[in-house]
């Protein structure tokens, strides 16, 4: 199992990895793979250091698309944001009360989910109160709240 959770986290090291080029390159590709794997590894490590048990629903693989959709929209509302000098605001995000595997899993993929955009960066998760605080500076596109409450 450890295995396949390795190469999983190495696959979405080097996906990362991919999505920050402005061109993919057979030598970024071999970059990407040969970081990927340590990075694999040290996820792993540090999930089992935590002593972290997470269970992913299938549906949440359906969140990068208004995530992106999200990301390209406030990319172009921020120079505007930042021309006014808006400093954002703090928002609280009640999560569903899970048992703990998936609501850790939720926790995780919710914070990846809203921390993908320009907009918004996650300042603390309650796992006792199933609550996020959320900076927002921006809100444009999809409501990703309401898609990480699913």
Same mark, same amino acid.
């Not at 990927?36 to 299938?58: D, I, K, T």
């Given at each position: 199992?450890?295995?396949?959770?390795?190469?999983?986290?190495?696959?979405?090291?080097?996906?990362?990895?991919?999505?920050?080029?402005?061109?993919?390159?057979?030598?970024?590709?071999?970059?990407?793979?040969?970081?990927?794997?340590?990075?694999?590894?040290?996820?792993?490590?540090?999930? =089992?250091? $935590?002593? @972290?048990?997470?269970?992913?629903?299938?549906?949440? +693989? /359906?969140?990068?698309? *208004?995530? &992106?959709?999200? %990301?390209?929209?406030?990319?172009?509302?921020?120079?505007?944001?930042?021309?006014?000098?808006?400093?954002?605001?703090?928002?609280?995000?009640?999560?569903?009360?899970?048992? =703990?595997? $998936?609501? @850790?899993?939720?926790?995780?993929?919710?914070?990846? +989910? /809203?921390?993908?955009? *320009?907009? &918004?960066?996650? %300042?603390?998760?309650?796992?006792?109160?199933?609550?996020?605080?959320?900076?927002?500076?921006?809100?444009?596109?999809?409501?990703?709240?309401?898609?990480?409450?699913?």
């Amino acid at each position: 199992m450890s295995l396949v959770e390795i190469m999983a986290w190495a696959a979405v090291s080097f996906g990362i990895w991919l999505a920050t080029l402005s061109s993919v390159t057979v030598p970024e590709m071999c970059f990407a793979a040969a970081a990927g794997l340590p990075c694999g590894v040290l996820a792993w490590a540090g999930r =089992r250091a $935590l002593g @972290a048990s997470w269970r992913f629903r299938p549906s949440w +693989a /359906l969140w990068p698309a *208004p995530v &992106a959709v999200t %990301a390209v929209m406030e990319l172009a509302g921020l120079v505007r944001t930042a021309a006014r000098s808006d400093t954002g605001r703090l928002k609280t995000i009640e999560l569903p009360e899970e048992d =703990r595997p $998936l609501s @850790a899993g939720r926790e995780a993929a919710a914070t990846l +989910a /809203l921390c993908s955009t *320009p907009g &918004a960066q996650v %300042a603390h998760v309650d796992p006792e109160e199933h609550t996020m605080i959320v900076h927002e500076l921006l809100s444009l596109g999809p409501d990703l709240d309401s898609m990480v409450r699913r």
